[in-house]
Each structure stands twice: as structure tokens, then as C-alpha cells.
């Protein structure tokens, strides 16, 4: 998909008051499964974008059921809500997520100039996590460490020419890293000798 206006982005943490996995979402979608992440959702939180217009207020919808089925809660902002107990009732209950027109709330993410997809297995199989921000240890940030096999880099709405992702062996940056221009990677094990052992990922430095 495309990733050239990203208004806002909406994060969804495993454990209340932000901690544990955390899931990034910049569209529209149906089934958290293909993220590994049905009924686990916690605490969220919904960022302004590099696309995002000062002042506006836009609303996100969260389902208790695939393809936006069952119950419906209904966020906007300030977007910060650190536990979904109360006063929502909506503790690891969300299936699937649908973006208004966007939302608003602390934290601006922003410029992307690439986003990066990351994949469980060799082609873009298992489960799957968006970077669209730098994140120094993959471990703790969304449990994905050291277990990517496949990856896309997307152009982001901040794109130049020449910029790339960085995916680093350990966490913050060190031992040993490869760059990644836009394009498909089905599988770093065989293309880059990288399988199962980034730490580290880097879309803006």
C-alpha cells in the first residue's frame, strides 16, 4: 500500500498504561490477526502524522469482532487513554480498527520518509509490524526482535530521493547493519544473510 498521507497514527498497546507489545496501525484494518494481535489491546494511543492539519478533530472506531463487527468503540482527542477498564469497559476485547478522519492528541510522528513492513517469515508471511518511527530495540518496542525473515520499505509521505531504512543486529544501532532502499524483500535470510536477527530499526537518521 501506499503510505503518502499518513494524517494520523493510531498505536495499540498489549498492557494498560502503554507497556507490553505495542501494535501501529496508519490505515483502515479488518482483522488484527494478520498482526498477531486480536483481543489484546489495552491502552491506546492516537498520534498526529506528518498529514495531520493542526486543529482538526477526527474520531477512530475500534471492533470488538473482525471486519468491524460486535461492539464499537468510538476515540478521539486528546488521544491518550491509558486504560481501557474504565470508564470504556473495553479491555483486550478489539478485533478490528477503522479510521475516521483521522484523530488528534499528543506526540506527533513525523517526517516518515520511509515506512518499513516487517514480517515474521520468508514472504511476508506470520505475523506482521509497521515502523514508522525509529525504534532502537524491536525486543521490548513490539516483541518482534529477532525474528524478521521478510521485509517491504514503502515510500512515506517525507520521502527524498535516496532515502533507505536501516535494520541493525542489536539493539540501538549496533552490530552490524544493512540499508534497504524502497522495494520487496521476501527474504533477507537468503538475500542479505539477515534472517532472524534484527534488533533495530531505523526509517529517519
Given at each position: 500500500?501506499?503510505?503518502n498521507n499518513i494524517?494520523?497514527i493510531?498505536v495499540?498497546?498489549e498492557h494498560?498504561?502503554?507497556?507490553?507489545r505495542?501494535?501501529v496501525l496508519?490505515?483502515?484494518?479488518p482483522?488484527?490477526?494478520?498482526?498477531?494481535?486480536?483481543?489484546m489491546?489495552?491502552?491506546?494511543?492516537?498520534?498526529?502524522?506528518p498529514n495531520?492539519?493542526?486543529?482538526t478533530k477526527?474520531?477512530?472506531?475500534?471492533f470488538?469482532?473482525?471486519?468491524?463487527?460486535?461492539?464499537?468503540?468510538i476515540l478521539?482527542?486528546p488521544a491518550?487513554?491509558?486504560s481501557l477498564?474504565?470508564?470504556?469497559n473495553f479491555?483486550?476485547v478489539?478485533?478490528?480498527?477503522n479510521f475516521g478522519q483521522?484523530?488528534?492528541?499528543?506526540?506527533?510522528?513525523?517526517?516518515?520518509?520511509?515506512v518499513?513492513?516487517?514480517?515474521?517469515h520468508?514472504?511476508?508471511?506470520?505475523r506482521?509490524f509497521?515502523?514508522v518511527?525509529?525504534?532502537?530495540?524491536?525486543?521490548t518496542y513490539?516483541?518482534f526482535?529477532?525474528?524478521?525473515?521478510s521485509?517491504?520499505v514503502?515510500?512515506g509521505?517525507?520521502?527524498v530521493?535516496?532515502?533507505?531504512?536501516?535494520?541493525?543486529?542489536d539493539v540501538?544501532g549496533?552490530g552490524g547493519?544493512?540499508?534497504?532502499?524502497?522495494?520487496n524483500?521476501?527474504?533477507?535470510h537468503?538475500?542479505?544473510?539477515?534472517?532472524?536477527v534484527?534488533?533495530?530499526?531505523y526509517v529517519?537518521y
Open positions: 500500500m501506499p503510505y494524517p494520523i493510531v495499540l498497546w494498560a498504561g502503554f507497556s507490553g505495542r501494535l496508519t490505515e483502515d484494518t482483522d488484527l490477526g494478520v498482526y498477531g494481535f486480536h483481543d489491546t489495552s491502552s491506546i494511543g492516537i498520534h498526529p502524522g495531520y492539519a493542526a486543529g477526527h474520531q477512530v472506531s475500534f470488538e469482532h473482525s471486519l468491524y463487527g460486535g461492539a464499537q468503540l478521539d482527542g491518550a487513554y491509558p477498564v474504565r470508564p470504556y479491555n483486550d478489539i478485533s478490528s480498527v483521522g484523530a488528534w492528541g499528543t506526540g506527533t510522528i513525523t517526517p516518515i520518509p520511509v518499513v513492513e516487517l514480517y515474521e520468508a514472504d511476508f508471511a506470520g506482521k509497521i515502523v518511527q525509529n525504534i532502537s530495540n524491536l525486543h513490539g516483541a526482535g529477532d525474528i524478521v525473515s521485509v517491504k514503502i515510500q509521505p517525507n520521502f530521493a535516496g532515502k533507505k531504512a536501516k535494520l541493525c543486529r540501538g549496533g547493519c544493512i540499508e534497504l532502499a524502497p522495494g524483500y521476501n527474504n533477507i537468503t538475500s542479505h544473510s539477515f534472517g532472524d534484527c534488533s533495530s530499526v529517519n
